[in-house]
């Protein structure tokens, strides 16, 4: 019996081994779909991602980015307009990673798509991509700081975390 079914086994006296077996099995099944499912078991096959993707960014220079922050590009984007300087970063789970230029107070920027990441002192916890120039689907923002109900102006008290038109990376 291995080492987890006995510490299992002997803290749960009431549980049989068969089903303790059982459930690490469905969890071992569980791991290895999300893995081929993400592509982690597929490298090297047509259509595999690869946690490590080579951008070419329009300056003619060349950047890897190994994090797994980097998310596929879906299609259209949303203007959505910052109420304050707003913050970029290449990582939106720890707002980190590499800083990007900042987006001027009162900017319309194009957004690609919101992920869940970081959750900011509001309690916000929605980003958006940005895809506008300079940043070019590279960086981060967080919702919060934005309008995210079609005003341009005005103060961001009492305005929504996210804009719900905007679609999941």
């Known amino acids: 019996m291995s080492p987890l079914l006995r510490y299992l086994k002997r803290n749960f006296d009431n549980i049989s081994a068969e089903i303790i ?3 690490a099995v469905v969890a071992i099944a569980a791991f290895v779909a ?3 499912h993400w592509g982690w078991l597929r490298q090297g096959e047509p259509g595999a991602e ?3 993707t080579t951008t070419t ?18 299609g259209p984007t949303v203007r959505e307009t910052t109420g304050g300087d707003t ?11 590499e800083p990007g230029e900042v987006i001027a107070s009162n900017t319309t ?7 869940e990441g970081f959750e900011v002192e509001s309690g916000n916890t929605w980003w958006y991509r940005i895809a506008s120039a300079p940043w070019n689907d590279e960086f981060y923002a967080s919702a919060d700081a934005f309008y995210n109900n079609g005003e341009t102006s005005g103060t961001l008290i009492g305005t929504p975390y996210v804009d719900e038109t905007v679609p999941r990376c």
């Open 57 to 74: 960014i329009p300056t003619t220079t060349s950047r890897t980015d190994s994090t797994a922050t980097h998310l596929p590009v879906p």
């Open 109 to 115: 920027v194009e957004v690609r798509c919101r992920v």
């Open 21 to 23: 077996g059982g459930l």
């Open 34 to 36: 999300a893995a081929w």
């Open 87 to 97: 913050h970029t970063w290449t990582d939106y789970t720890n707002a980190g990673g």
């Open 50 to 52: 690869s946690a490590t």
